[in-house]
């Protein structure tokens, strides 16, 4: 379990290379096995597979960066940015795949990526204090998403009385609003606590 020790041990400048470059990594094992799966004629069932193992990779990748690297370190904190950022495009690419060409509501596939990327960022947040409210606010973004792509699909394109909205950007609202408001909120807390400990 991450304690968030105060050690502040040299970093080995590879460690931050490794993580800084596994973002760019990610995305190109994603889009050089589409290619591959092209050429090579892979089946349908493999290619998902394959897809599906490459677009989970971020939860294990975020969990690892919370539970198990030292704080405060630099290569640490890379990870877990490197983390945040492939969760998101995973969860976006996730959201095209169901929903491109899908005029009902979304599958219970979705909803089940959905809920699992909140059980995620509840666990990461878990050893980590400094992160549960951001952590949480993402965790809610999560289920709104899940739920409301699912359940609170409706065949009018438009909210009543809010013609310049449509639902989807209601819902992206809410994906991105709510983590945008934990982390300010977890960046006051976090600045009140060492306004109090330097008091």
Known sequence: MNTATKSVDRVPAGSIAMWAASPVVWVGLNFGWLWLGDVLNIGETASVVASAVLLALPAPWLLWASW??????VDTYIAEGGALLTGFVALYVSVLIHMIGNDGPAPVELMIVF??????????????????IAYGSAALACVILGIGLRV????TSYYPGIDWVTKDELFAWAFLGLPALGALLQT????????????
């Not at 609170?152 to 065949?155: C, G, R």
């Not at 006051?188 to 008091?199: H, P, Q, S």
């Open 115 to 132: 809920f699992a990327a909140a059980a995620v960022f509840v666990a990461a947040a878990w050893p980590l204090p400094g992160r549960r």
């Open 68 to 73: 198990g690297m030292p704080r405060p370190r």
């Open 152 to 155: 609170l699909y409706s065949d």
């Open 188 to 199: 006051l807390w976090w600045l009140r606590r060492k306004n109090r400990a330097v008091a």
